[in-house]
T-cell receptor
Framework: NAGVMQNPRHLVRRRGQEARLRCSPMKGHSHVYWYRQLPEEGLKFMVYLQKENIIDESGMPKERFSAEFPKEGPSILRIQQVVRGDSAAYFCASSPTGLGEKLFFGSGTQLSVL | RKEVEQDPGPFNVPEGATVAFNCTYSNSASQSFFWYRQDCRKEPKLLMS???SGNEDGRFTAQLNRASQYISLLIRDSKLSDSATYLC??????????FGGGTRVLVKP
């Protein structure tokens, strides 16, 4: 049973480009969380999704950021028109139940904006 | 006030010593509490859940104080491999999981 798979591991974008981060949850997991971690800071909640539904997006910036978790395929975190301040590690976690003790993280995507 | 607050540290701990640190949370309706561990900005991993009655897992003891809205983690007989950032996680209704900023622990020989 593969773990939570995130790709790419490292993503370099120039200012103004789009960044797409992918997360394939563990098999049987229908709950997905996205977190952002800036250098020297903790994990900041961004969005919580279940299949085809956004449950809580209270941590998402109002503009340029969107997330989806389609019926088939991975969850996608999309950042349009990236700026330098978007440079961070983006972690995805999945859970079969949405409960904290069953939360498993991917290895993260390190986004660098030049 | 942040939803979940932790002393960032670092806590410099001699090998074999005991270290303890707390995490405070602001939402009195929070339902579940956890400690996660993160090494060198790798993915966080669950260390232990925190139960109302307190619980122990080997050298690690977690406590919950609902009245004062904090949880604690105590590490006995610290090992070099315990050096990491310890993340407090609070779960409220609706399954949203909020992480604290982490407490960095450095165990030295």
């Amino acid at each position: 049973n593969a773990g939570v798979m995130q790709n790419p591991r490292h993503l370099v974008r120039r200012r103004g480009q789009e960044a797409r981060l992918r997360c394939s949850p563990m098999k049987g997991h229908s709950h997905v969380y996205w977190y952002r971690q800036l250098p020297e800071e903790g994990l900041k909640f961004m969005v919580y999704l279940q299949k085809e539904n956004i449950i809580d997006e209270s941590g998402m910036p109002k503009e340029r950021f969107s997330a989806e978790f389609p019926k088939e395929g991975p969850s996608i975190l999309r950042i349009q028109q990236v700026v330098r301040g978007d440079s961070a590690a983006y972690f995805c976690a999945s859970s079969p139940t949405g409960l904290g003790e069953k939360l498993f993280f991917g290895s993260g995507t390190q986004l660098s904006v030049l | 006030r942040k939803e979940v607050e932790q002393d960032p540290g670092p806590f410099n701990v001699p090998e074999g010593a005991t270290v303890a640190f707390n995490c405070t949370y602001s939402n009195s309706a929070s339902q579940s509490f956890f400690w996660y561990r993160q090494d060198c900005r790798k993915e966080p991993k669950l260390l232990m859940s925190v139960y109302s009655s307190g619980n122990e897992d080997g050298r690690f003891t977690a406590q919950l104080n609902r009245a004062s809205q904090y949880i604690s983690l105590l590490i006995r007989d610290s090992k070099l491999s315990d050096s990491a950032t310890y993340l407090c996680v609070v779960q409220a209704a609706g399954n949203k999981l909020t992480f604290g900023g982490g407490t960095r622990v450095l165990v030295k020989p």
